[in-house]
């Protein structure tokens, strides 16, 4: 029988009568001949909860028993999806991670998925039950301690379900019906896409649309998953939602796909460097020991041997590479005259695999924003994107004029 994966996240699952509702869901797809699956994720605000009572309990707290705490929502609610089907007469039965097994490195709080057997499931499936309810987010290490995959990694947990069972398609319900164009809440003429590809979800997802997590659509894209990403709340139809799929699934696309944004955005300065063999290095090195994940990086042409180098990171990481650069200053490492950083700015970036084969979409992009008045402070590209910096207070502007310019509202 076909296996289908259905994964439900937090606001799917946040009450005894949603979960009944994510379970008719679940009824319909078993009617149709399919094994079933179900990943879910803790009900909403549980993993928050227990977080914070680890941290009040422990700041400086062992990993190990941070997963042993942050774990145990999901294990609740696959506890309760398992009997919510029983009461249905779906012969169903709840999987913690480590009783599939799902075999995690040891990185606690953060492990990655290495092996997922499939025969302890399959067997049961072979035995008479329909449904397999697996606590997302969670799997077990060598030591056989119980790891996690990081905030949002219920989705990864589907997705390496879905590979690993070779399932027809891995469905994720959550609290919106699909992937859009932008944020609906900035730009109304958001438009929800029926299919995006894989490189694009990841551009988007890792741009800030929060629908997946990144990890989740990377696992998608290498093994080939199919991912449909629709609402939980809302009667589905075959076709709803947004199939996030191989480029060659999808006949006929927009150029530009969809506008991404990120608000929380700071650019820095090293104002005059010396241009000198290492000088990256020694900029960067210490940044990425600090943890700051920098971005966007320009080094300016050099004169008389002297040169800019500007770096954008997240807001709230400039403390903390202030830090890093002063530290490697005093040590000698670099020498810079000034480190000047603006953390009102916003990242603003399109998205597209047509911008292999089309050209003239920077150079639209551009014109857009110079046609608003929007000043463009760093630019970088991709194969399939380009993304600016620009001034925090004029995000919405450009969102909405990029919008329009490329006519997302229309289909492709
Ligand atoms: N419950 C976990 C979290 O909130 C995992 C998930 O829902 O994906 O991060
Ligand atoms: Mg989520």
């Known amino acids: 029988m076909p296996v289908l994966v259905m994964k439900f996240g937090g606001t799917s699952v946040a009450t005894l009568d949603r979960i009944r509702r994510a379970a008719k869901r679940v009824g319909v ?27 009040e309990t422990s700041p400086m707290f062992d990993a190990r028993e941070y997963d042993a705490v942050v774990s145990s929502g999901e294990n609740v609610t696959a506890g309760l999806m398992a009997l919510t089907l029983q009461e249905m007469d779906i012969p169903a039965r709840s999987w913690q991670g480590w009783q599939v097994p799902v075999k995690t490195t040891s990185a606690h709080s953060s492990a990655r998925i290495e092996e997922i057997p499939s025969d302890n499931i399959m067997r049961k499936f072979g035995e008479g ?3 397999a309810v697996v606590a997302g987010f969670q799997g077990i290490s060598p030591e056989g301690r119980i790891t996690t995959l990081g905030r949002g990694g219920s989705d990864t947990t589907a997705v ?11 469905d994720i319900y959550t609290d919106v019906d699909g992937v859009y164009t932008t944020d609906p809440r900035v730009c109304d003429k958001a438009r929800k ?3 995006i590809a894989f490189e694009e979800m990841l551009e988007l997802a890792s741009l800030g649309a929060k629908v997946l997590q990144t990890r989740s659509v990377e696992l998608a894209m290498r093994y080939k998953v199919k991912l449909r990403v629709l609402s939980s709340f809302e009667e589905q139809s075959d076709d709803a939602g947004t199939l996030v799929c191989d480029e060659e699934d999808i006949m006929e696309s ?36 600090a943890g700051v994940n920098v971005d966007m990086i320009v080094q300016n042409i050099a004169e008389e041997g002297r040169t800019d180098m500007t770096f954008s990171c997240p807001v709230e990481q400039v403390k903390r590479a202030e830090k890093a650069l002063n530290d490697a200053q ?26 292999r084969s089309h050209t003239g979409v920077a150079a639209k992009m551009f014109q857009v924003l110079s046609s608003e008045g929007i000043n463009i402070k760093v630019i970088a590209t991709s194969e399939i994107k380009i993304s600016v ?7 919405e502007l450009a969102v909405q004029a990029l919008h329009d310019a490329f006519e997302l509202e229309k289909t492709g």
């Open 29 to 55: 797809e078993v009617a149709k001949g399919n094994d079933v699956i179900v990943i879910v994720s803790a009900m909403s605000g549980k993993t928050n909860e227990l977080v914070g009572w680890v941290n």
């Open 129 to 131: 039950m329909q449904v």
């Open 160 to 170: 390496a379900f879905a590979a690993a069972f070779d399932a027809i398609r891995c």
């Open 193 to 195: 896409l029926d299919r």
């Open 254 to 289: 927009n150029v530009v796909a969809g506008v991404a944004f990120s608000r929380e955005e700071a650019k820095m300065t090293l104002v005059s460097v010396a241009d000198r063999p290492g000088i990256a290095a020694a900029i960067f090195v210490p940044l990425s020991e």
């Open 330 to 355: 005093t040590k000698g490492s670099i020498n810079f005259h000034e480190l000047v950083a603006d953390t009102a700015v916003a990242k603003i970036s399109v998205v597209g695999i047509g911008m």
């Open 389 to 395: 910096l620009i001034d925090r207070k004029y995000m």
